[in-house]
């Protein structure tokens, strides 16, 4: 996987859009807001897949299909 791009949702709470394999999705986790750089890969090996609708509110410009 490819880290693709990241959102804060708050000092505490990452998105990450990572490309995958056909397409890309995106997964959601709590972190301790120290350092979002160092804390995008837990997110992503941890976090919950978001569905496609959500995902794509918060990345709209990822053109890719999603693999949900």
Known sequence: MKLLHYYALSSRVLVVAVKREIGWCAYCDAVPG?????????????????PERIARSIFPS?????EG
């Not at 990822?62 to 999603?66: E, N, S």
């Open 34 to 50: 120290v350092n979002h750089v160092k804390e995008l890969y837990p997110v992503i090996h941890c976090g919950d897949k978001l």
């Open 62 to 66: 990822i053109p890719l299909p999603y």
